[in-house]
């Protein structure tokens, strides 16, 4: 059990506080920027449910549904059921924010309606991604418990949490895309004015900065478990 504990605590430590403070951050300034437009009407006055029927419309797609649900920033787009899922505080909202969030989703559905190779490639990794981050960890643990023969079981988790990083890689040309359809959308479709475009991509950048911060913590994890698993074995 020490030997677990020494590994826990060791020097590469830091790799994960700095991995953990740049999530907070991002996700802090996530939380303000919403949480400031979402005071901001839009000119327009549609909610974020109109904006997204207008968009999807305009792009020929008649065969997505959008949907309310319940939370907070849970908004998604779900390629298998064909649904915009908008949370409520964003589907019944005017704000800039709700169109904004409910713009991207729509870039989403775009993406899949035009068959755009990273959303493919990403919703194809998906389970792989889900059951590699459900295991990763607890072989690692198992790993570090069982002395000498823990290795196999080191690496074959490390892999797996590789395999979570390379997902979360191929996951932020999918989001920044998203971002830049739905401005265009926005845009075209004359759904916000002009000088509502920088609240809009103020909103899309937040977002998409979580996700970054997310990909760069797990890789910096990623990577003190490589040099523990070869500090282990040297
Ligand atoms: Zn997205």
Redesign the pocket.
């Known amino acids: 059990m020490l030997n677990l504990l020494y590994y826990l605590y060791d020097p590469t430590y830091m790799l994960v506080i700095i991995g953990i403070v740049l999530s907070m951050l991002a996700n802090a300034s996530l939380r303000f920027i919403y949480s400031k437009y979402l005071k901001v009407p839009s000119m327009s006055g549609i909610r974020g449910v109109d904006a997204a029927l207008a968009i999807l419309r305009n792009n020929g797609i008649y065969d997505v549904q959008v949907l309310p649900i319940n939370g907070e920033l849970t908004d998604?787009?779900n390629p298998v059921s064909k649904t915009v899922n908008l949370s409520e505080g964003i589907y019944y909202s005017t704000s800039i924010a709700a169109i904004s969030v409910a713009a991207?989703?729509c870039?989403?559905a775009i993406q899949h309606n035009s068959e755009y190779l990273p959303l493919t490639l990403r919703t194809a990794v998906v389970p792989l991604a889900s059951i590699s981050g459900a295991l990763s960890w607890p072989l690692i643990v198992i790993g570090f418990l069982l002395s000498k023969a823990g290795t196999f079981f080191i690496q074959l988790g490390i892999f797996m949490f590789l395999i979570v990083v390379l997902f979360q890689i191929i996951t932020l040309p999918?989001?920044y895309d998203?971002s830049a359809r739905a401005l265009k959308q926005l845009k075209s479709g004359g759904i916000i004015q002009d000088n509502e475009i920088k609240g809009a991509k103020k909103v899309l950048d937040a977002a998409a900065l979580t996700y970054v911060a997310v990909a760069v913590a797990n890789a910096l994890q990623l990577l003190r478990l490589m040099l523990l698993s070869r500090s282990r074995r040297g």
């Open positions: 998604n787009y991207h989703e870039g989403h999918v989001e998203a």
